[in-house]
């Protein structure tokens, strides 16, 4: 399984940006997909997910700015992000779960820079 993020870059603070992530392999269905994010001397945090069902849950530092979606017929996972702040900065971490032989799975992205400034 590869997970394929693109769409980080550098924004200025209130500008808005969007990152896809695409899934490729064996597996045709992934119970969850979301993203993470780590800055620089923090540690790995979670930013918004969605299930396959549609059930989406964020971080409070994002919720009314970023909205995370997935389109399952092609295993992709969406995060628009709006209303960038400079604490936004971060390495933003695609994340996929999922069942196999009875075993829940985490897969990763390589990462993509997003870049808010001030």
């Known amino acids: 399984v590869q997970l394929q993020a693109s769409g980080g870059g550098l924004v200025q603070a209130g500008g808005s940006l969007r990152l896809s992530c695409a899934a490729s392999?064996?597996?045709?269905?992934?119970?969850?997909m979301g993203w993470y994010r780590q800055a620089t001397g923090k540690q790995r945090e979670l930013v918004a997910g969605?299930?396959?069902?549609?059930?989406?849950n964020y971080a409070d530092s994002v919720k009314g700015r970023f909205t995370v979606s997935r389109d399952n017929a092609k295993n992709t996972v969406y995060l628009q992000m709006d209303s960038l702040k400079p604490e936004d900065t971060a390495v933003y971490y695609c994340?996929?779960?999922?069942?196999?032989?009875?075993?829940?799975?985490?897969?990763w992205g390589q990462g993509t820079q997003v870049t808010v400034s001030s």
């Open positions: 994340h996929a779960r999922a069942l196999v032989n009875f075993r829940l799975n985490d897969y």
């Open positions: 392999g064996s597996i045709l269905n992934f119970n969850y």
């Open positions: 969605v299930s396959y069902a549609g059930s989406s």
